[in-house]
Protein backbone atom coordinates (compact mmCIF):
# COMPACT_ATOMS: atom_id res chain seq x y z
CA UNK A 1 0.00 0.00 0.00
CA UNK A 2 2.67 2.56 1.06
CA UNK A 3 3.84 1.95 -2.68
CA UNK A 4 0.77 2.81 -3.98
CA UNK A 5 0.90 6.45 -1.91
CA UNK A 6 4.46 6.78 -3.34
CA UNK A 7 2.92 5.82 -7.47
CA UNK A 8 0.06 8.60 -6.64
CA UNK A 9 2.44 10.73 -5.12
CA UNK A 10 4.70 10.69 -8.37
CA UNK A 11 1.73 11.15 -10.73
CA UNK A 12 0.59 14.03 -8.15
CA UNK A 13 4.02 15.59 -8.50
CA UNK A 14 3.56 15.32 -12.82
CA UNK A 15 0.45 16.67 -12.98
CA UNK A 16 1.53 19.62 -11.03
CA UNK A 17 4.58 20.31 -13.21
CA UNK A 18 2.21 19.48 -16.30
CA UNK A 19 0.28 22.00 -15.21
CA UNK A 20 2.62 24.83 -15.25
CA UNK A 21 3.35 23.77 -18.73
CA UNK A 22 -0.40 23.88 -19.83
CA UNK A 23 -0.67 27.46 -18.05
CA UNK A 24 2.35 28.61 -19.89
CA UNK A 25 0.74 27.14 -23.46
CA UNK A 26 -2.42 28.81 -22.86
CA UNK A 27 -0.92 32.28 -21.94
CA UNK A 28 0.68 32.26 -25.62
CA UNK A 29 -1.28 30.80 -27.50
CA UNK A 30 -3.58 32.65 -29.97
CA UNK A 31 -7.44 31.22 -28.99
CA UNK A 32 -9.76 32.83 -27.26
CA UNK A 33 -8.89 32.21 -23.18
CA UNK A 34 -11.58 29.65 -22.64
CA UNK A 35 -10.51 27.36 -25.62
CA UNK A 36 -6.58 28.15 -25.01
CA UNK A 37 -6.62 27.09 -20.78
CA UNK A 38 -9.12 24.14 -21.33
CA UNK A 39 -6.37 21.39 -21.00
CA UNK A 40 -5.01 23.35 -18.02
CA UNK A 41 -8.98 23.50 -16.18
CA UNK A 42 -9.38 20.01 -16.87
CA UNK A 43 -5.94 18.81 -15.81
CA UNK A 44 -6.65 21.08 -11.89
CA UNK A 45 -9.91 19.09 -11.67
CA UNK A 46 -7.78 15.70 -11.87
CA UNK A 47 -5.51 16.75 -10.15
CA UNK A 48 -8.06 18.00 -7.15
CA UNK A 49 -9.51 14.10 -7.37
CA UNK A 50 -5.92 12.37 -7.73
CA UNK A 51 -4.96 14.46 -4.02
CA UNK A 52 -8.40 13.42 -2.78
CA UNK A 53 -7.27 9.64 -3.55
CA UNK A 54 -4.04 10.10 -2.30
CA UNK A 55 -5.05 11.41 0.74
CA UNK A 56 -7.66 7.90 1.14
CA UNK A 57 -5.30 5.93 0.08
CA UNK A 58 -3.05 7.31 2.78
CA UNK A 59 -5.23 7.02 5.62
CA UNK A 60 -6.22 3.20 5.03
CA UNK A 61 -2.39 2.54 4.80
CA UNK A 62 -2.31 4.35 7.98
CA UNK A 63 1.06 6.42 7.39
CA UNK A 64 2.10 8.95 9.86
CA UNK A 65 -0.84 11.39 9.99
CA UNK A 66 2.18 14.14 8.60
CA UNK A 67 1.92 12.27 5.35
CA UNK A 68 -1.96 12.04 5.13
CA UNK A 69 -1.90 16.06 6.01
CA UNK A 70 0.54 17.06 3.31
CA UNK A 71 -2.19 15.07 0.88
CA UNK A 72 -5.22 17.06 2.29
CA UNK A 73 -3.45 20.21 2.29
CA UNK A 74 -2.96 19.58 -0.87
CA UNK A 75 -6.23 18.82 -2.32
CA UNK A 76 -7.01 22.05 -0.50
CA UNK A 77 -4.88 23.87 -2.33
CA UNK A 78 -6.37 22.35 -5.18
CA UNK A 79 -9.97 23.04 -4.52
CA UNK A 80 -8.83 26.86 -3.96
CA UNK A 81 -7.33 27.30 -7.59
CA UNK A 82 -10.54 27.66 -9.23
CA UNK A 83 -11.83 29.92 -6.50
CA UNK A 84 -9.04 32.09 -7.06
CA UNK A 85 -9.84 32.51 -10.57
CA UNK A 86 -13.69 33.49 -9.97
CA UNK A 87 -12.91 35.71 -7.36
CA UNK A 88 -9.99 37.53 -10.07
CA UNK A 89 -12.37 37.04 -12.56
CA UNK A 90 -15.11 39.03 -10.76
CA UNK A 91 -12.82 41.74 -10.19
CA UNK A 92 -12.79 42.03 -13.96
CA UNK A 93 -16.48 41.87 -14.11
CA UNK A 94 -16.98 44.97 -12.72
CA UNK A 95 -15.77 47.19 -15.44
CA UNK A 96 -13.22 47.58 -13.29
CA UNK A 97 -9.75 48.13 -15.66
CA UNK A 98 -7.26 48.37 -12.57
CA UNK A 99 -5.03 45.89 -11.44
CA UNK A 100 -6.90 44.25 -8.81
CA UNK A 101 -8.03 41.76 -10.53
CA UNK A 102 -4.54 40.83 -12.13
CA UNK A 103 -2.84 40.73 -8.47
CA UNK A 104 -5.87 38.65 -6.81
CA UNK A 105 -4.67 36.10 -9.79
CA UNK A 106 -1.32 35.98 -9.48
CA UNK A 107 -2.34 34.18 -6.63
CA UNK A 108 -3.15 31.60 -8.81
CA UNK A 109 0.18 30.96 -9.43
CA UNK A 110 1.56 31.12 -6.24
CA UNK A 111 -0.82 29.37 -4.84
CA UNK A 112 0.63 26.63 -8.18
CA UNK A 113 4.35 26.76 -6.99
CA UNK A 114 3.21 26.37 -2.84
CA UNK A 115 1.15 23.05 -4.65
CA UNK A 116 4.48 22.32 -6.50
CA UNK A 117 6.62 21.93 -2.98
CA UNK A 118 3.56 20.24 -1.11
CA UNK A 119 3.51 17.08 -3.62
CA UNK A 120 7.50 17.57 -4.25
CA UNK A 121 7.43 16.89 0.04
CA UNK A 122 4.81 14.23 -0.32
CA UNK A 123 6.78 12.15 -3.32
CA UNK A 124 9.97 12.79 -1.08
CA UNK A 125 8.40 11.44 2.35
CA UNK A 126 6.52 8.42 0.50
CA UNK A 127 8.99 7.25 -1.54
CA UNK A 128 11.41 7.35 1.58
CA UNK A 129 8.62 5.46 3.45
CA UNK A 130 8.12 2.62 0.76
CA UNK A 131 11.99 1.60 0.45
CA UNK A 132 12.46 -1.01 2.97
CA UNK A 133 15.87 -0.58 3.40
CA UNK A 134 15.59 3.21 4.30
CA UNK A 135 12.86 2.29 6.79
CA UNK A 136 14.84 -0.62 8.24
CA UNK A 137 18.04 1.85 8.50
CA UNK A 138 15.77 4.45 9.92
CA UNK A 139 13.86 2.69 12.83
CA UNK A 140 17.42 1.14 13.45
CA UNK A 141 18.75 4.60 14.16
CA UNK A 142 15.41 5.22 16.12
CA UNK A 143 16.57 2.28 18.62
CA UNK A 144 19.88 3.26 18.68
CA UNK A 145 18.78 6.83 19.64
CA UNK A 146 16.12 5.51 22.29
CA UNK A 147 18.40 3.32 23.80
CA UNK A 148 20.63 6.06 25.23
CA UNK A 149 24.20 5.93 25.44
CA UNK A 150 25.95 2.62 25.93
CA UNK A 151 27.19 1.58 28.97
CA UNK A 152 30.53 -0.04 29.78
CA UNK A 153 31.88 -2.48 31.80
CA UNK A 154 34.61 -1.84 34.34
Known amino acids: MRKA ?22 AFDTAPNDEAFRPHRAL ?16 VARVPGRLIGMAGLLAGLAIAQPLIAVVAKAFGD ?25 AGRILREARSRSNPSASTERAAGDDARTAGPAQSAP
Do not use: E, K, R
Not at 5 to 26: C, D, H, K, R, T
Not at 44 to 59: K, N
Not at 95 to 113: K, M, R
Open 44 to 59: GYMVVLLALVTTLTAA
Open 5 to 26: IAGLAAVLMLAVVLQFFLAGSG
Open 94 to 118: TGDTSTAGQLVFGLHAVNGLIMMGV
